[in-house]
């Protein structure tokens, strides 16, 4: 039996359709779902009592449920989730002056391989379904609301464990729920996907009309270094995934992407990275996140240190590549991505 989580208005749609209902009928579900968060097809009293007979057959509320949490002193929430069938999986929610974000995993395990990342640590197992990709939102949604009813989840991150272009029908559904007006009415802006560079998935992306942002986890400025740091580069090397990024901006009617830098001591840090950086971008006009490395103990890396990383940044703006040095979250708990199911990966 399938989550009704899982389908997007579309998706319902044609079910309810093919089950003798009206289109109306979805919009009515998503209503009862996401307007007045109910938990039961009984609950939906404005619907026949035989058809919610027939929806209790074919369709449950099964959403993750939260089983570890770790809050941080600056206010960033990180939940180890659990899944239907035991496994399980990292959201995090943090505070910014704009409102409030989750990052979401779009995978069980991540099959990458990055070394600067724990989220390989644990092997790919599975793909997220929409329902456990949607559950992760709404536990903190519904926690925000809770505290206080003016408050709620504003923004949304795939960024977590997983590559989404890996799952891309699943996350696609995902956006489509969370982004629709009858759904959570997240604006699209509002909505990052963040790719480790697949660079099939990132021109299919640019056709779907969407306006979500895309995120490029570059972190290398050569394909020397990058084939160091993440062996997607062997696939997709610098040669293919450029080009992709500007048939991508065509495509999407002129919408930049933005490259996540992640700066590690000794590694890509240097003026001559930033020097390569700059000039490897330009044509993409895209914005530069650069990133404060989180230390994974298993790999060895070091955080840049600040002098560097105000260094890279100013060379970057002196290039007129328009860049931010992203604020620091969770550094007193594990906040890394895949570090805390990493550390309890036993289900201790």
């Not at 404005?46 to 941080?72: C, H, V, W």
């Not at 991540?110 to 949607?134: D, H, I, Q, V």
């Not at 955080?303 to 940044?313: C, M, V, Y």
Request: net charge neutral.
């Amino acid at each position: 039996m399938t989550s009704i989580y899982s389908y997007s208005l579309e998706d319902l749609t044609k079910l309810m359709q093919a089950m003798g209902q009206s289109s109306y009928r979805s919009k009515q579900i998503f209503s009862w779902l996401y307007q007045k968060r109910v938990a039961s097809f009984d609950e939906m009293s404005d619907i026949a009592k035989g058809f919610r007979e027939r929806l209790k057959e074919n369709f449950n509320f099964y959403r993750p449920t939260m089983r570890l949490k770790q809050e941080s002193s600056d206010g960033t929430i990180k939940c180890l989730f659990r899944l239907e069938d035991g496994q399980e999986v990292e959201g995090v929610l943090m505070h910014y002056v704009y409102g409030y974000s989750v990052c979401v995993s779009s995978q069980v395990g991540c099959n990458m391989s990055c070394a600067f990342c724990a989220s390989g640590l644990l092997k790919k197992k599975r793909n997220l379904t929409p329902a456990e990709m949607l559950g992760q939102v709404l536990y903190f949604d519904e926690m925000l609301r809770a505290r206080d009813p003016s408050t709620h989840v504003t923004h949304v991150v795939v960024m977590g464990t997983g590559e989404p272009f890996d799952n891309y029908d699943n996350v696609l559904s995902f956006i489509r729920i969370i982004n629709s007006q009858f759904g959570l009415d997240i604006g699209a802006r509002h909505i990052t996907v963040s790719t480790c560079g697949v660079v099939p998935g990132i021109l299919k992306f640019g056709k779907e009309g969407l306006q979500v942002n895309l995120a490029i986890s570059l972190h290398a400025p050569t394909n020397e270094i990058r084939d160091q740091l993440m062996p997607i580069n062997h696939a997709y090397p610098l040669e293919q995934l450029i080009p992709a990024i500007i048939q991508y901006g065509k495509d999407s009617g002129g919408r930049r992407v933005t490259f996540e830098y992640i700066l590690i001591k000794d590694v890509n840090d240097t003026i001559d990275c930033a020097r390569q950086l700059a000039k490897l971008i330009a044509p993409t006009f895209g914005y530069v996140n650069l990133i404060p490395y989180n230390p994974v103990m298993e790999n060895g890396f070091e955080r840049s240190p600040d002098q560097n990383i105000e260094l890279f940044h100013n060379f970057l703006l002196q290039k007129h590549i328009k860049s931010t040095v992203r604020k620091e979250f969770g550094s007193d708990i594990d906040a890394a991505c895949g570090q805390l199911r990493a550390k309890h990966k036993d289900g201790n």
